[in-house]
């Protein structure tokens, strides 16, 4: 997903991750100005995410951890030198 300016767009409830994200942060009034400079930490309400997505293989049920790492780009291909990482821990299960 390319996003021209996601420290402006990172709390608009309009877009994906503000659904799944940025809606749960307990403290966003106090970090919305600061975007996701280094050392910014959101605090979040605990929320529940239900994901669906086909696994071929050997389903491994009970308890994981997703991190997620994301990378501002620039127009010549070269990564900034912050990222912006978070992690979810879920349990995972088999659905009929």
């Not at 994200?21 to 975007?35: F, H, S």
Request: charged content about 20%.
């Amino acid at each position: 997903m390319k996003v021209p300016d996601f420290c402006k767009d990172m709390y608009n409830p309009e877009l994906v991750w503000y659904k799944y994200w940025t809606k749960y942060a307990l403290n966003a009034a106090e970090v919305r100005d600061q975007c996701a400079l280094p050392g910014v930490k959101l605090i979040y309400e605990p929320f529940n995410i239900d994901v669906a997505f086909s696994v071929s293989g050997t389903l491994l049920s009970g308890r994981h951890k997703i991190v997620i790492t994301m990378e501002a780009i620039d127009p010549m291909y070269k990564k900034a030198a912050q990222s912006i990482c978070f992690e979810m821990i879920g349990a995972i299960f088999e659905q009929s």
